[in-house]
Nanobody, 115 residues
Framework: QVHLVESGGGLVQAGGSLRLSCAVTGSIFSFNAVAWYRQVPGKQRELVAGVAGSSEYRYADSVTGRFTISRNMARNTVNLQMNSLKSEDTAVYYC?????????WGQGTQVTVSS
C-alpha cells in the first residue's frame, strides 16, 4: 500500500517562503515520477512542479524561478521549496507519485499567502 503524506503548509505573507514535504511509503526510486499539484475552489488541479526519471524537471510558468522541487532519496520525501510567494499561490497543494500506470495522491496541505 502506497501512502503520501504532505506537510509544511500554512499561512505566510506575500514575499515569504514555505517548504512543503511529501513523505512517501516505499522507496522513491520505485516511482517513475513525482510531482506537486495545486487546486483552488472552482478550478482544475494544476501541475506546479514535477520530476521524472533521473533529471527531467518541469515547472509551471507561474512558478519558474520561485519554486524548486527536490527528492530526498534517503528519507523518501519529495520537497517543494517555495520562495517569493504571491497571493495567487494560495491553494491546496497535493503530492503525486506515479508507478507504471498507477497514480497515488496525498490528502493535500493548505497554503495561504496573505497580501
Amino acid at each position: 500500500q502506497v501512502h503520501l503524506v504532505e506537510s509544511g503548509g500554512g499561512l505566510v505573507q506575500a514575499g515569504g517562503s514555505l517548504r512543503l514535504s511529501c513523505a512517501v511509503t516505499g522507496s522513491i526510486f520505485s516511482f517513475n515520477a513525482v510531482a506537486w499539484y495545486r487546486q483552488v475552489p472552482g478550478k482544475q488541479r494544476e501541475l506546479v512542479a514535477g520530476v521524472a526519471g533521473s533529471s527531467e524537471y518541469r515547472y509551471a510558468d507561474s512558478v519558474t524561478g520561485r519554486f524548486t522541487i527536490s527528492r530526498n532519496m534517503a528519507r523518501n520525501t519529495v520537497n517543494l521549496q517555495m520562495n517569493s510567494l504571491k497571493s495567487e499561490d494560495t491553494a491546496v497543494y497535493y503530492c503525486k507519485a506515479v508507478r507504471g500506470t498507477a497514480e497515488y495522491w496525498g490528502q493535500g496541505t493548505q497554503v495561504t499567502v496573505s497580501s
